[in-house]
């Protein structure tokens, strides 16, 4: 009887706890989204009911945000802020960078010198320190040196797309694939080409090894979601929990071949314009006190390029190709304009020279609307770091409001990518929004696939080229259509961090050379 008592008193005080904390944002006079018990505004993504980036948009469109600059949320027990306005998110992103200058989530710095030390995860100092470092490679010059490296990976895709012909058999030459697999494969060649300087051959061999890393990384463990929970939604444990942001198969992977390529390069003094040539000149130029010294940190670059390149690219492609199998007349004006370019005077034995392919205005429209309707990082997220918070009053809805220290706030990329304010039909396919005429009337901080401000993606200059030369590749050769396991509408994968179509994304490839 005694013990029932003590839990009834136990579940009470949980129950009126849980009141009070998630009354946070209405004692405040914030508008905020409604949550469950407990959990907050992650139920739908606690359950795996939808990813990161829908469960945002979500929140993004729910009544009570409607109009507002911004509406209170709660992830789990954290107090937070999703931002709507645009203005407001170019002062967080931008104009006031220096008071949310890192991300929310952490790792354990000191235990997971891999997790802790790339430019996505690393804290203000060691960002800054880094990506003063890297931001001249990644320049439009360095990325036209890498151009020859795409175009050898786009002719392997070339010839793994034409085995796969010949082994179908099918005389009308048409072959249904598989399309995440088969951009995941060249994407991985090229991340592996430029971040390692290895021919990784998973176009030749699906299941060679850089492959099967890629994929373990991503395997939903028992140990690993722990890890990850832990560092975005309890960041203050990550240390005490000694949080890694790979696995332990996937560190030793990446440390035995990046030692292994970096000794091979330097012994050869072999010029490849990759990342390794830089990493290698970073290691004689750079005083004994930078970070490029520090144990890992090279290791750390290139692991986390390789997890972030290939999903992301490779999903961008699936995506290019179900929308263009959807639109034939879409895809058949930029068929057109590669079969001109195909004949110009840039084209040589059937390829396209950097200058020509960066040229193709109605292939930076595609993918740029891709891009909008589909952004690989659906949503954005930075922690107020300023130590006397952040004054919020000029946005608030009659209330002063200050942030405190240390409060997440987020950015949903796809909802405002698929808000109607900004985008008329925002869920139709139309490379049109991107002509010249409408993209100087695009508002400002709407359109936000690799972010915005300091934070912003390094390699954007480098995913652009690497979706244009695969998309390239693909449809000079093919003619790309819905087949009958073609799904009517996208559904996107709930266990992944970046937008991800979820399941197989089934296309059929007719033959038709330009």
């Not at 036209?144 to 786009?154: D, E, K, S, T, Y």
Request: glycine fraction near 8%; charge should be neutral; hydrophobic fraction near 40%.
């Amino acid at each position: 009887m005694i013990t029932f008592g003590l839990l009834a008193v136990l579940l009470l005080l949980a129950w009126l706890w849980q009141r009070w904390h998630f009354g946070h944002w209405q004692r405040l006079g914030v508008p905020h989204a409604p949550g469950a018990p407990f959990v907050g505004n992650v139920w739908r993504l606690l359950r795996g009911w939808c990813c990161f980036g829908d469960q945002f948009r979500e929140l993004y469109e729910c009544p009570s945000a409607k109009g507002q600059a911004y509406v209170g949320i709660h992830v789990l027990h954290n107090h937070a802020l999703l931002l709507r306005e645009p203005a407001l998110i170019k002062r967080i992103l931008v104009e006031d960078f220096g008071q949310f200058s890192s991300r929310f989530e952490t790792t354990d710095a000191i235990g997971d010198t891999m997790g802790a030390q790339n430019l996505f995860f690393s804290k203000y100092e060691m960002w800054r320190e880094t990506h003063k470092i890297f931001a001249p490679f990644f320049a439009a010059g360095k990325v036209r040196h890498m151009f020859g490296l795409l175009q050898q990976i786009g002719q392997q895709l070339e010839q793994h797309m034409a085995r796969q012909l010949a082994a179908c058999g099918t005389p009308e030459g048409t072959l249904e694939l598989e399309v995440k697999q088969l951009s995941a494969l060249f994407s991985t060649d090229i991340i592996a080409s430029l971040a390692f300087g290895l021919e990784a051959n998973c176009l030749q061999q699906p299941d060679a090894e850089f492959r099967r890393m890629c994929i373990e990384v991503n395997e939903p463990r028992p140990k690993r979601l722990l890890h990850l929970f832990t560092m975005f939604f309890f960041p203050r444990f990550s240390r005490q929990l000694r949080t890694h942001l790979y696995s332990e198969e996937y560190e030793r992977f990446m440390r035995q071949s990046m030692n292994w390529v970096m000794e091979q390069r330097a012994a050869s003094g072999e010029q490849r314009h990759d990342l390794i040539d830089i990493f290698l000149q970073l290691q004689r130029t750079q005083p004994p006190e930078s970070v490029v010294h520090r144990r890992d940190f090279f290791v750390a670059q290139a692991a986390f390029l390789l997890l972030a390149g290939f999903d992301t690219s490779s999903s961008t492609i699936t995506f290019a190709l179900y929308e263009l199998a959807k639109q034939p007349a879409i895809q058949q004006r930029l068929r057109q304009e590669l079969a001109t370019a195909l004949l110009g005077s840039g084209a040589a034995d059937g390829q396209l020279d950097y200058e020509t392919l960066s040229g193709l205005p109605y292939l930076r429209q595609v993918v740029d609307e891709v891009l909008r309707l589909y952004p690989p990082t659906a949503f954005l997220d930075r922690c107020c770091n300023a130590k006397a918070g952040y004054d919020l009053s000029a946005w608030s809805c009659g209330s002063a409001l200050r942030l405190p220290p240390g409060t997440p706030v987020y950015i949903s990329v796809l909802g405002l990518h698929r808000d109607e304010q900004y985008w008329p039909q925002p869920l139709k396919f139309d490379p049109e929004r991107f002509s010249p005429e409408q993209r100087v009337q695009h508002q400002p901080m709407t359109y936000l696939p690799f972010g915005a401000g300091p934070r912003g993606c390094l390699g954007t200059l480098l995913g652009l080229l690497e979706i244009k030369v695969g998309l390239v590749y693909i449809l000079k050769n093919y003619r790309v259509e819905t087949c009958a396991r073609t799904l009517p509408e996208m559904k996107f994968d709930a266990k992944a961090f970046v937008l991800t179509a979820a399941g197989g994304t089934y296309l059929r490839f007719v033959q038709d050379p330009l």
